[in-house]
């Protein structure tokens, strides 16, 4: 059996480091092939092993006790926090000799992105790059990137992130060509701002990239394209948006269900939130460093952390995270 | 009885002329106080007028059967096409001896832009902006500009879309000091891209506007605003991505309702449908202009048309478009 080797810190989570110890052990019973280097409180760790029936001779602990808060300056948070358990992972995980598959963090965004750059690297020096992989209208799963990690970007940029979110898409889902496309304000290549125009012809060009057009914000989950492209601030609005509108429109049926007396409305609900969960697909990926580093949510719960630390394994052993018929039974 | 007088633009809509004429025809009927010029083709006009009933005492026609498409440059079909349907109605709308109320037009937005610049451009020489005035989850509504107008824009053109909205909100909704939030990638000052940053303290420093701060993707249509300020690309972005969801989720209770054999989810459907029916509240609305220009969908059915006249007389008479009062009834 091939083994697996995984970073988890334990702190940064709005829902304390118990939830996210809680992940953890959840994870190390289900997969006996997984091991788990714990980045966080030791005492905490060791007042719960035996609560949590920890097997612990698959378990590595690195103490530590501070965090970089989402208040603090991310760059001066990495340079003056050498303890903080963000920075210890990030340092773990980056030892080539341990041939970790990938770390997972609730940390500050922001914080990820400095620490990457400063300890996860690779040779081209990429500019990382946070997608996040999003369940679209025609059953699959398109990439969004970028979400937030670079806010103002270069045509440059984009060009890299087209590249990884591809790479993504054919090494994590397993589509031979995945179709990119840019977003914009209307479908026709004469469409957008100056930073789309300037990217437009840059992916065209480009012969390993399966560049398709671009597509519109109305289609841009519609799963006309495998992977989206835009600058961090409009892929932070779509990211956003659809995600306020989903959780509006699922508050509106409970509502009408409670004022009208209707609780098999309810089932409607059940089955929105079952196809609208971004949360239990994990939390943005980012890209462009040495290793894979998965941003779970700040509020994630300990199926979240369980479900991530199985994409960091399917990653690893060249698996399909989800296939398109997995998606479609687990909807039916 | 007061009298008002609208120019409403009979080409231009992707149903026809015929749909266009038959929501002027109701107008009309519905509103013995409202007089419409009508500019298109006037044989078309003269065919149908005694199967709508028209009242031709209060219709005034001005012939034309060119337009300007959306596969032209907006610019060039303005200039060259003195007698396309657009820029009759705008010439005549822009006649201050007339005291039109208003324009409706399901034209092409660049055309619109730039028909706005050279007939109907106000004393400052205001670039207009496009606002779309949205249901909020808070059961009022929130002025979104711009939508998609000005696609690149810089931090003035964003402080001048700020008031213009602010204006509008005042004088068509009646909500005192309007709350005007910009869009952006996070709560906090400091969170933007360079254009909003840079517009950031410009809105806070001018005390004519009541600037409550930053507003994300997640919140844009939540109620915590009165009007929320972004670039055109942003601002449609927000627009179809939203809608774009809306339309996503009420389909998939279609297919649901269908699939489970649960025909009474169509309740919920129809409750949606309801909600969310932007169209329902006329297209976008252009600002910074001498006179209101109402741009309907290319897809308005005449009940589109209908309320757009409704909302034109409505803002010329002072009178509020929709109370929170008359909103909350028309969702119970």
Redesign the interface.
Known sequence: MEQYKIVIDLLGSDKGPETVLLGASLAIKEHPELFITLVGPEALILEKKDELSLDMSRIKIINASETITNYENPYTGIMNKPQASLVLAMKEVGKEEENYAGMITAGSSGAILMGSFRFLSDENKTRPCMAAVLPN?AGSFTCLVDT?AT??CTSGQLHAFAKLGSDLMKKMYHIDNPRVAL?S?GAEPTK???L?KETFPILSEDKEINFVGNV???????GDCDVLVC????G??????????????I???VV?SKKKN?P??M??VQ??MK??DISALGGGILLGTRKIIIKARGNSDERAILNISKMLMNHASGEAVFSNKERQEALN
Do not use: C, P, W
């Open positions: 209208g937030g806010i103002d977003l304000n957008g701002n100056h789309v519109e914000g109305n289609n841009a989950l519609s600058d961090g601030f409009a932070n609005q779509i990211l956003k948006s659809t995600e306020g509108m989903a959780k509006r429109i508050t509106d049926i009408l209707r098999e409305f089932e409607v089955y929105l196809t609208y």
